[in-house]
Structure formats: structure tokens, C-alpha cells
């Protein structure tokens, strides 16, 4: 799956040791879509290696490719978003409405001036 908007916070950095003695980090972000009602969501970016490659600062537009996986710890149920890939920037803007530079100019007609012969038969 795929959202596009701007990173509006980076979390602190979290790490530990697995039960099998391997040390691991893990970070998280918030993102805000750019819809007319913005939603956020928060992703985890999960390796060292990872989180300096993608190295991922508040304030960037881009499009994060995520898995989602939820998991049960204690009778309770918990998603994890996790982002697989980052691309620097989002989509091209929609363009605003401008008028085409060679548009020919609108006839401005006026009606009242017309006299009653000119009616149209129907």
C-alpha cells in the first residue's frame, strides 16, 4: 500500500535487545495526507541500516510504500504500519484553473439593445 504527504513528526528512536540476543531499533513518523479533510498516520521504519537510508526529516513531502500487521499481546490487539519504501516528494500538484493563452475573447452581447423583430419564430 501507498500514502502520499508531508512528515509532520519524527518520533524518538527505540531499541533494544530480542529474546535470541540480536540488538534492534526502531523509529516512527507521522505523516498527514494533503485530502480535503488530512488524515495522519503514524509508520515505524524497523533496522538501523533503514532508518539512516531512508533518513527521514519533519517537514518532507513523500510517498511511503507500507505493509500493515496486526498483532495480539495480552488479550489486545495492535496494528504495526511498517514502511518498506520512501520516495523523496509526492505526485505533481494539481494544476489551478488558468485560461488557455490563445482562447479567443468572450462576446459580450448586449440583449436588452434588441428590438422585437429579431425574436425567433418558435
Same mark, same amino acid.
Not at 1 to 25: D, F, Q
Given at each position: 500500500?501507498?500514502?502520499?504527504?508531508?512528515?509532520?513528526? @519524527? =518520533? +524518538?528512536?527505540?531499541?533494544?535487545?530480542?529474546? /535470541?540476543?540480536? &540488538?534492534?531499533?526502531?523509529?516512527?513518523?507521522? =505523516?498527514? /495526507?494533503? &485530502?480535503?479533510? +488530512?488524515?495522519?498516520?503514524?509508520?515505524?521504519?524497523?533496522?538501523?541500516?533503514?532508518?539512516?537510508? #531512508?533518513?527521514?526529516?519533519?517537514?518532507?513531502?513523500? /510517498?511511503?510504500? #507500507?505493509?500493515? %500487521?496486526? !498483532?495480539?499481546?495480552?488479550?489486545?490487539?495492535?496494528?504495526?504500519? !511498517?514502511?518498506?519504501? @520512501?520516495? !523523496?516528494?509526492?505526485?505533481?500538484?494539481?494544476?489551478?484553473?488558468?485560461? $488557455?493563452?490563445?482562447? +479567443? $475573447?468572450? %462576446?459580450? @452581447?448586449? #440583449?436588452?439593445?434588441?428590438? &422585437?423583430?429579431?425574436? =425567433?419564430? #418558435?
Amino acid at each position: 500500500m501507498e500514502i502520499t504527504g508531508k512528515i509532520i513528526a @519524527v =518520533l +524518538p528512536e527505540r531499541g533494544g535487545i530480542s529474546k /535470541t540476543g540480536n &540488538e534492534w531499533k526502531m523509529q516512527e513518523y507521522v =505523516l498527514e /495526507t494533503h &485530502e480535503q479533510y +488530512p488524515r495522519k498516520m503514524c509508520f515505524n521504519v524497523f533496522g538501523a541500516d533503514k532508518i539512516s537510508q #531512508f533518513n527521514i526529516q519533519a517537514g518532507e513531502e513523500m /510517498t511511503v510504500s #507500507f505493509d500493515i %500487521n496486526a !498483532r495480539e499481546y495480552q488479550g489486545r490487539w495492535y496494528n504495526d504500519i !511498517r514502511a518498506w519504501r @520512501v520516495e !523523496r516528494g509526492g505526485p505533481a500538484p494539481a494544476p489551478e484553473y488558468a485560461p $488557455a493563452v490563445n482562447a +479567443p $475573447a468572450a %462576446n459580450n @452581447v448586449d #440583449f436588452s439593445a434588441q428590438s &422585437e423583430a429579431d425574436d =425567433l419564430p #418558435f
